[in-house]
């Protein structure tokens, strides 16, 4: 179990939402749009960032991410000068993380150079595969070539580079993915992010699963078997895995998304983002307008594209920590835990589970541990219902 920092951190989302195509698995907030005016979105979000830190007075940030949609398609003047606002306007660590989105098409891999001249640090693939069947069925546009070669190009100019795969695809077998897995680690990142491929409500997947017309899925046992087999290869590799779909080498960990994991706090700007601002009593949840014209006009017309902040209970703040938390390797604190609402993860409940083999508890932390990591939901409902 790691012990991990006392401060969980403050951390900028930067959500650009525009995409060149939208990916049938795809439910984030991401639009293909014909004409993008570039000079607006930038002023927008940089007026954003500056009110924003108006209100956070005090934060020192530790992370900029630029999500999306693509943010590989945005100009990387308009990153390098979100990030030059950032940096003005709120204290900064000295070891600031901004990773950038990217997707791996030859286009997108030849700006790399210009956004790590823009302060990018961090640069983040959307492989997704690294077989062309598999990404044509994906709705990819780019090949596996093009993957590897983007990966070789980033790793040229940035010192930390992540890849993003997907397994548990269609017809996809065990020792398919370990020889695939296998081929991405070899790559050379020091950072895999690897999902199962989840059927989301809304989605063109999900329209043509209703038809029918989404075979060679994995059963549990089968999804389960990938997962394991995931676990096993990235740590014989030394790519620990520091978070349920998450790995990375010593000191790799993605500081930003462990902003998210140990309940720190942190702004979201741009359509759809969500934010966390506040303690555990005062704490608030933000979320902006999720549809890109209305969130432009709305900076324009009233100066924030931010919908009406959201106060959350106490002991909601404590059931996200704990599911949050219990995704980490490291674990949560009880004590965090029960600050909260102090009926969360009562002792009996914690006895069974590490009983059972599911939950490991050393003084204030529990953490899952491999067999109860399958079965997550669970335990935080157990955790929750005491």
């Known amino acids: 179990m790691i012990a991990p920092d006392a401060d969980p951190g403050?951390?900028?989302?930067v959500h650009w939402p525009?995409?060149?195509s939208k990916c049938p698995y795809c439910d984030f907030n991401s639009h293909v749009a014909e004409a993008i005016d570039q000079g607006a979105w930038r002023?927008?979000?940089?007026?954003?960032v500056r009110r924003s830190a108006a209100e956070t007075p005090g934060a020192c940030l530790g992370s900029i991410f630029f999500g999306g949609g693509t943010p590989s398609t945005m100009p990387p003047e308009t990153v390098g000068e979100v990030i030059a606002t950032a940096r003005a306007a709120w204290r900064t660590t000295n070891d600031l993380?901004?990773?950038?989105?990217a997707n791996p098409t030859s286009s997108d891999a030849a700006r790399f150079a210009a956004f790590r001249d823009a302060g990018a640090n961090r640069i983040s693939i959307g492989v997704q595969a690294l077989r062309d069947p598999a990404l044509r069925a994906l709705g990819r546009r780019h090949s596996a070539a093009e993957a590897r070669a983007a990966i070789a190009a980033a790793a040229h100019h940035f010192e930390r580079v992540s890849a993003d795969l997907i397994y548990a695809r269609q017809d996809q077998t065990k020792v398919e993915w370990e020889v695939e897995l296998r081929e991405a680690i070899d790559l050379g990142t020091s950072h895999l992010s690897l999902y199962q491929l989840t059927i989301e409500e809304g989605t063109a997947f999900a329209a043509r699963a209703a038809r029918g017309l989404l075979s060679g899925l994995p059963d549990e046992d089968l999804a389960a078997a990938l997962y394991e087999v995931t676990q096993e290869i990235c740590a014989r590799h030394g790519l620990?895995?520091?978070?349920?779909?998450?790995?990375?080498?010593?000191?790799?960990?993605?500081?930003?998304?462990?902003?998210?994991?140990?309940?720190?706090?942190?702004?979201?700007i741009g359509p759809g983002a969500h934010g966390r601002l506040g303690p555990a009593t005062g704490r608030v949840a933000t979320r902006a307008v999720r549809n890109p014209t209305a969130w432009?006009?709305?900076?324009?017309?009233v100066g924030t594209g931010e919908e009406p902040r959201e106060p959350i209970p106490p002991a909601e703040v404590g059931r996200e920590y704990l599911l949050m938390a219990l995704r980490l390797r490291e674990g949560a604190s009880i004590a965090r835990i029960r600050s909260a609402d102090p009926g969360l993860a009562p002792d009996r409940v914690i006895a069974d589970l590490v009983d059972r083999g599911l939950l490991l508890h050393e003084r204030d932390r529990i953490c899952a541990t491999d067999a109860g990591r399958l079965v997550l939901n669970g335990l935080v409902r157990a955790l929750d219902a005491g």
């Open 97 to 101: 993380e901004i990773t950038l989105e």
């Open 43 to 48: 002023t927008a979000l940089c007026h954003e």
């Open 10 to 13: 403050f951390a900028l989302y």
């Open 240 to 268: 620990g895995g520091y978070e349920i779909s998450n790995h990375a080498r010593d000191g790799d960990a993605c500081r930003h998304n462990l902003v998210y994991w140990r309940g720190g706090e942190w702004v979201g």
């Open 296 to 301: 432009l006009q709305a900076v324009q017309a």
């Open 18 to 20: 525009f995409c060149a």
